[in-house]
Each structure stands twice: as structure tokens, then as C-alpha cells.
């Protein structure tokens, strides 16, 4: 079989046809038919796996597998309202030495900012919300583990609201949430962009004719037939269309909610520290209000050790309107300053949720060249820190860590250097499980 067909066998939903397959294509480059790049200075943090949504499809070891291929120095995985991803994505990365992490994405709301917008346009208060370098998966007795569920049933109450709503509007064609939407991922954990897909495909079954199809798109999302068969010949641009006339703010299907069916920044703040992970702000572009005042906003963060940021760099230069761009930069830099200030890590990736979207930020574009060695030393201080939650339950937010390296600057330092050096093996990250902390603190530490 070819290496095509051997990677698409890597997003099967059955774990054991993908593992072998990824192990095929491992020995294959163990044999020299496969030859991978030398790595370059280039991250993605945040890649969404199909246990969410991912545009392409991709699970985590088909994720990894093309980060390797592309030369990336490290991947890192980031689903919504679930850890699905976390064993297969540690696993991969430690059977093909690539730097690994493993994250969650949620949405919380914050009484502090009731009145202004975050990361959630249009939804004053709501900020999307991070946690990252899972190591473990909870117990569904534990607290982390409960509260894990909770998020699970909250994002999946909501959709089932949403689909409701877009049904009746849409009169004749229906879409079984059940028989339609849950099995489009492996984790029955879908979202708003697979219920996209699951409308689309309906439509496509129930009008077989495109006019006729088209004809029914342009009634009911209020745009003309001819710019809708336009859109149709890009995906992206067309679910995008599909996704913000009837599901998004001021869509018929748009579910309103209340600040009680959101988790709260404490329990799931709780949860990631609990399973020893690391709190992470999601930023968006600095033009909202809640976002315009970056020491205001980290003041907060700090307050609620809340130590790192995270964001997708390419909103704030790949933009078409100048105008758009330079406002955007100049927030981008004074944010990247401010966290540099405070030695707030950052981490940055592409999320691959949407169509068309990159495999990795273009690092050395003129607008990040600057930034990068930042984004690149955040990196290297997350896998710093897997390198020793999973050896040894000392990472970044340990008591441990906290006793030993109370200051934000030497701990940052210290995990940093760490990643840099030990390579992404089970080998070596039993090795540094086993050193004392006076022999780990000699070699990595100032």
C-alpha cells in the first residue's frame, strides 16, 4: 500500500486501524523510505482532532504524522470540551520523538466583564478558555472528572437547542441529531460545524438538483441564488455563510444564554490544575473592550493564576483591509510586550477548525519575526513542562514547581530550558523523572 493510502487509514475512527497505520508509516521512515525534514523553528499549539472538529478530518496521530512531515518542532492538540485526544496524542508524539501537548477548550463567563466582549463576539462576558500539558485523563469520580462531564453536557445541550431552533425554520429538510450529527465524530462530542455538515449533506439528499438546492439555501439564508452557487465552490466560505446566518448571533438558531449555563473560571480552573495542567486566557484581537487594556486584563489573570495566553496570530496581520491590519499588529504587539513584561508564557497554533485555514503560522512573516522567538521559547517551556508532569508530576503548576521556583521569570526559564533540551522519548523523560531536585535544579535551572 502507498504512503497515501496508509494515511488515510490514520483517520479511521477505530484507534487500533490508525495505530497501525501509523506504525506502518513509522517503520517505513525507520527504513529510510520515508525521510523527514530537519525540524525548523515552527509550532502549532493548537491543533482541533476530529474528536471535535478538525476541517480536514484529521485525527490526532494523522495530525502528528503531518507535523512531522512539514517539520514542525512541536504539535499540540486542542479539543472542545473533551480530553479524547490526550493518550493517542502523547502516545504518537513519544513513538516518533516529536514534542507533544495535549489541551481542552471551553467557554466561561466572567461576572468581572458582564458588560463587555472577549473572545466571544457579541456575547458580553463569555470568553473562550484554555487549559493545556494534560498529562492524565481524570477519574469520573473525581472532581476533575465531574466537572470534565459537565462541560461535555453543557456544549452538547446547547447544540441540540440550536438544532431545534434551525429545524422548525428550515420546515422541510431535518436533521436527526442522533442518527446524523453524533456519529460525525468519534467522541460523540459534536459542534456547531458539524451540525453545519450534517445540513449541508441533508440538503444535498433532499434537493439532488443544485438550482433547485440552491433555490432553497437562498430563501432561508436571505442571500441571491448566484452569490450562493459562488460560495458554493469554496466550502469554507460557504459553511462559514450557512454557520453565521442561522446559528451565530442574530441567527434563527442562535441560543441566548444566561451566565448560569457556563462553567465558572474556578471550577474549571480546578480541573486543569487538578489533573496538573496549565490555565491558559484565550485572546482574540485586542479591539473588544474587555481585551483593549492588556494590563488590566492580566492583572485579572494573575489574580487567578491564570500564568499563560493563548492566540491565533494570524487574525491580527493576515487580513485584506490595511487599515484592519495595522490596528490589529499594533494590538498584537502591545499585548506580546505586556505579557513579555510580566512573563506571561504564549502559546499559538492555527486551530485547522475551519476550511482553508494553515498547518502552521507563517512565522517568518514580517508582522511575527519579532514575536517568534517569544512564541518559540512558550513552546519549549510547555514541553518542558509534559517532560515532567508526566515523569514525575513536577510541572509547571506543581506545588513543586511553586516551591522551588516561586518567581514566574526563573520558572519560565527553567521549563524552557528543559524542553529545549530533552528530546521527546519515553527514555528521556524517565531519565529526568528519576534525577533529584537538586540535580534537575543544577542543570536547567539559572
Known amino acids: 500500500m502507498t504512503e497515501e493510502t496508509w494515511e488515510g487509514q490514520l483517520d479511521s475512527f477505530d484507534l487500533a486501524e490508525r495505530k497501525k497505520a501509523f506504525l506502518l508509516l513509522v517503520e517505513r521512515a525507520k527504513k529510510g523510505e520515508i525521510v523527514f525534514p530537519t525540524p525548523k523553528p515552527l509550532v502549532n499549539l493548537h491543533f482541533h482532532t476530529f474528536f471535535s472538529f478538525n476541517a480536514c478530518g484529521y485525527s490526532p496521530l494523522h ?63 463569555v470568553a473562550y478558555y484554555m487549559g493545556n500539558g494534560f498529562s492524565r485523563l481524570p477519574g469520573e469520580k473525581e472532581e476533575a472528572g465531574k466537572i470534565l462531564r459537565k462541560l461535555w453536557e453543557i456544549a452538547q445541550r446547547r447544540n441540540q437547542k440550536v438544532l431545534e431552533k434551525v429545524n422548525a425554520y428550515l420546515d422541510r429538510v431535518q436533521v436527526d441529531y442522533e442518527r446524523e450529527v453524533l456519529p460525525l465524530t468519534p467522541a460523540q462530542n459534536p459542534t456547531e460545524r458539524h451540525i453545519v455538515l450534517a445540513l449541508v449533506k441533508k ?13 432553497f439555501w437562498s430563501e432561508k439564508l436571505g442571500e441571491k441564488s448566484e452569490k450562493l452557487a459562488e460560495l458554493y465552490q469554496d466550502c469554507a466560505a460557504f459553511y462559514d455563510v450557512v454557520r453565521m446566518k442561522l446559528m451565530k448571533f442574530g441567527g434563527v438558531g442562535y441560543v441566548k444564554q444566561d ?51 493563548f492566540l491565533v496570530p494570524d487574525r491580527n496581520w493576515n487580513l485584506p483591509d490595511p487599515e484592519e491590519r495595522k490596528l490589529k499588529v499594533a494590538k498584537l504587539y502591545e499585548m506580546v510586550e ?54 514525575s ?34 527514555e528521556a523523560v524517565q531519565r529526568v523523572a528519576e534525577r533529584s531536585t537538586e540535580a534537575i535544579l543544577r542543570e536547567f535551572g539559572d
Open 259 to 309: 451566565a448560569g449555563d457556563f462553567p465558572t473560571l474556578g471550577e474549571v480552573n480546578r480541573m486543569i490544575l487538578d489533573l496538573g495542567a496549565i490555565p491558559s486566557f484565550s485572546w482574540l484581537d485586542g479591539t473588544r473592550q474587555g481585551e483593549e487594556d492588556p494590563r488590566r486584563l492580566f492583572d485579572f489573570c494573575l489574580d487567578n493564576r491564570v500564568e499563560t495566553i
Open 338 to 391: 505586556e505579557a513579555k513584561r510580566r512573563s506571561m508564557p504564549i502559546f499559538v497554533g492555527t486551530e485547522l477548525n475551519r476550511y482553508g485555514q494553515k498547518f502552521v503560522d507563517d512565522f517568518d512573516s514580517p508582522y511575527l519575526q519579532l514575536l517568534a522567538p517569544y512564541f518559540l521559547e512558550s513552546a519549549w517551556l510547555l514541553w518542558g513542562h509534559m517532560v515532567m508532569e508526566m515523569g
Open 393 to 426: 508530576r513536577r510541572g509547571y503548576t506543581s506545588d513543586w514547581a511553586r516551591k522551588y521556583l516561586p518567581h514566574r521569570r526563573e520558572r519560565n526559564a527553567f521549563f524552557a530550558r528543559l524542553g529545549e533540551r530533552v528530546e521527546a522519548s519515553k
Open 63 to 125: 495530525i502528528l504524522w503531518l507535523a512531522k512531515r512539514e517539520g514542525l518542532r512541536m504539535a499540540g492538540s486542542v479539543d472542545f470540551d473533551v480530553l479524547e485526544a490526550l493518550p493517542e496524542f502523547l502516545w504518537g508524539g513519544l513513538t516518533i520523538n516529536l514534542p507533544v501537548a495535549s489541551g481542552l477548550e471551553t467557554r466561561i463567563f466572567l461576572p468581572e466583564f458582564q458588560e463587555e466582549e472577549l473572545s466571544s463576539p457579541n456575547e458580553p462576558g
Open 203 to 215: 440538503l444535498e439528499e433532499v434537493f439532488p438538483d443544485l438550482g433547485e438546492r440552491l433555490r
